[in-house]
């Protein structure tokens, strides 16, 4: 039996090529199309507290991607502009009763949010730090601090969202990161969907997103 050297060599390397293509093709489908994918709410949600004693300002996200992400962490970082761009310093604030700066999620599932509060009145540093104004530091004692005078320090200040975590499926380490909010993103009303509306009732934003269960630290 004749054996057609260049024609077996042909056939193989068409083959191999159709291989690596395939894989590379079912590769990329898994980590860059099939992934986890956080987006974020255009505006800080603004509500009255339940006491009735001043406000919440909340943050939202959700996995519009098609995977879940795990171990999730998320974090809310403030930036202060002093005087030039040279002098800025930046710190994070709480997003839980217990005060620490990283907030932990065990998952996030496709299609799944999350609804957070800033913890102003977890900052240390808003009552002790001098190179914030004395009218500042006296109402940050009070508790009375709001995200508005927050966002008034200094020539310029923002806040920004961190989340982090693991696609479930690859392991990959995955990273979002929100919009910069400044003062003209905070917003009265309730989330609907990413967009925060004062049409929004807090019945049908709990149905949205249901609270997260006990001794997550979530509760406002």
Same mark, same amino acid.
């Given at each position: ?19 690596? +293509?395939?894989? %590379? @093709?079912? !590769?990329?489908?898994? %980590? ?47 930036? @202060?502009? !002093?005087?030039?761009?040279? #002098? ?16 932990? &999620? ?22 002790? #730090?001098?190179?914030?104004?004395? /009218? ?5 004692? =009070? #508790? ?12 310029? +200040?923002?806040? =920004? ?24 993103? &905070?917003?009265?009303?309730? %989330? ?15 149905? /949205? ?12």
């Amino acid at each position: 039996m004749d054996i057609n050297l260049p024609e077996l060599v042909l056939s193989n390397l068409l083959r191999l090529v159709i291989g690596l +293509a395939t894989s %590379f @093709f079912s !590769w990329w489908v898994l %980590f860059h199309f099939i992934v986890p994918k956080v987006e974020f709410s255009d505006a800080i949600s603004k509500i009255p507290r339940r006491s009735g004693k001043g406000h919440l300002y909340r943050i939202k996200f959700l996995n519009t991607g098609r995977r879940g992400v795990i171990g999730v962490e998320v974090y809310a970082r403030l930036t @202060f502009t !002093w005087t030039d761009t040279k #002098n800025i310093t930046g710190l994070y604030v709480p997003l839980s009763n217990d005060g620490a700066a990283k907030h932990e &999620i065990p998952r996030l599932g496709p299609d799944k949010d999350r609804i957070l509060s800033l913890r102003l009145g977890k900052v240390p540093s808003f009552r002790t #730090n001098t190179r914030y104004p004395p /009218e500042f530091r006296e109402k940050a004692q =009070q #508790n009375a601090v709001t995200l508005e005078d927050v966002l008034s320090v200094g020539k310029s +200040a923002s806040l =920004q969202i961190y989340v982090s975590g693991y696609d479930e499926f690859s392991g990959a380490r995955k990273i979002f990161l929100s919009p910069k909010y400044g003062l003209a993103e &905070i917003s009265a009303g309730r %989330f609907k969907r990413l967009k925060v509306t004062e049409k929004q009732t807090e019945a049908a934003e709990t149905a /949205e997103t249901p609270p997260p269960p006990e001794g997550t630290g979530d509760a406002a």
